[in-house]
């Protein structure tokens, strides 16, 4: 399920796949991405834990204030909304997928849960493919941005955070070589 | 400080379960909306996985759903 690099998987389709269209790399971020959101979703957790321990230690009476059982429907709602950030924040990394397929890429976007972007370039529109790995983490866990110039409407695609960029940039010149070589209007 | 203290309409009772409400019926609209793009994602793109995210959509929203009643069931028996 938390696998972000995908060759030649079974199982996937997607909006508007033509007849004969097969999708050779299908690609989210890698998932270290998530690893700042976890750290912030394991703080926020610790947050009713660290405001009860404070009460206990100075003896507060804090049911004089409110009363107990909404402290405890309180706390609820605290961890649920924690659940909520780090589940969303699982959903829009799950969404937002690269698609190299025979005949074109695709840049599936979902910005925040109200917008939704699907961008696609043919492969014999791309002209140039580059990939850009730095920082240790990425260099550790072999991940990083891969950047193509088209001469289809949107110029530029960026699938950021991809594992493996190198050998997604050679697949992406690998298919669009082969795209090139191929007559108008045939899908091999 | 009384007007914060006594039990008033602004008293830090009241506004402690306004917020309580507010904060519950936010949530709830948040994972509606969550199950939404869900929905619309599964659409996009159909792969084995989309329908276990689904289920955690839904019982998000039920688990929502039941913190507020919970907390209007409180507000409401004068708990």
Same mark, same amino acid.
Request: aromatic share 16%; hydrophobic share 50%.
């Given at each position: 399920?938390?696998?972000?690099?995908?060759?030649?998987?079974?199982?996937?389709?997607?909006?508007?796949?033509?007849?004969?269209?097969?999708?050779?790399?299908?690609?989210?971020?890698?998932?270290?991405?998530?690893?700042?959101?976890?750290?912030?979703?394991?703080?926020?957790?610790?947050?009713?834990?660290?405001?009860?321990?404070? %009460? @206990?230690?100075?003896?507060? !009476?804090?049911?004089?204030?409110? &009363?107990?059982?909404?402290?405890?429907? $309180?706390? +609820?709602?605290?961890?649920?909304?924690?659940?909520?950030?780090?589940?969303?924040?699982?959903?829009?990394?799950?969404?937002?997928?690269?698609?190299?397929?025979?005949?074109?890429?695709?840049?599936?976007?979902?910005?925040?849960?109200?917008?939704?972007? %699907? @961008?696609?370039?043919?492969? !014999?529109?791309?002209?140039?493919? &580059?990939?850009?790995?730095?920082?240790? $983490?990425? +260099?550790?866990?072999?991940?990083?941005?891969?950047?193509?110039?088209?001469?289809?409407?949107?110029?530029?695609?960026?699938?950021?955070?991809?594992?493996?960029?190198?050998?997604?940039?050679?697949?992406?010149?690998?298919?669009?070589?082969?795209?090139?070589?191929?007559?108008?209007?045939?899908?091999? | 400080?009384?007007?914060?203290?006594?039990?008033?309409?602004?008293?830090?009772?009241?506004?402690?379960?306004?917020?309580?409400?507010?904060?519950?019926?936010?949530?709830?609209?948040?994972?509606?909306?969550?199950?939404?793009?869900?929905?619309?994602?599964?659409?996009?793109?159909?792969?084995?996985?989309?329908?276990?995210?689904?289920?955690?959509?839904?019982?998000?929203?039920?688990?929502?759903?039941?913190?507020?009643?919970?907390?209007?069931?409180?507000?409401?028996?004068?708990?």
């Amino acid at each position: 399920m938390f696998n972000s690099y995908f060759e030649n998987p079974s199982g996937i389709s997607f909006e508007g796949q033509e007849p004969g269209e097969k999708v050779i790399l299908f690609l989210r971020q890698h998932f270290v991405v998530l690893i700042s959101w976890f750290v912030v979703v394991t703080l926020m957790s610790l947050v009713p834990f660290a405001f009860f321990g404070l %009460v @206990s230690f100075f003896e507060v !009476d804090i049911t004089t204030v409110i &009363s107990g059982p909404y402290w405890i429907v $309180a706390t +609820l709602l605290w961890f649920l909304i924690t659940f909520g950030v780090l589940f969303e924040k699982l959903v829009s990394w799950f969404n937002n997928t690269y698609i190299l397929t025979n005949e074109r890429i695709i840049d599936v976007d979902f910005h925040n849960l109200l917008s939704k972007k %699907v @961008s696609y370039a043919h492969l !014999d529109n791309i002209e140039d493919v &580059s990939q850009a790995v730095g920082g240790i $983490a990425r +260099l550790f866990f072999d991940y990083g941005h891969v950047h193509i110039q088209t001469a289809a409407e949107q110029r530029e695609f960026d699938f950021h955070s991809v594992p493996q960029p190198a050998k997604v940039s050679l697949a992406i010149q690998k298919e669009a070589r082969l795209e090139k070589a191929e007559p108008d209007g045939v899908i091999q | 400080m009384d007007i914060f203290f006594d039990g008033g309409l602004f008293s830090f009772e009241t506004i402690f379960k306004a917020f309580l409400v507010l904060g519950s019926v936010f949530y709830l609209v948040f994972s509606l909306l969550v199950l939404k793009q869900v929905n619309v994602t599964n659409r996009t793109v159909q792969n084995n996985e989309g329908g276990t995210f689904k289920f955690i959509s839904i019982l998000n929203i039920g688990a929502s759903a039941a913190v507020l009643l919970l907390i209007l069931g409180l507000i409401f028996t004068g708990a």
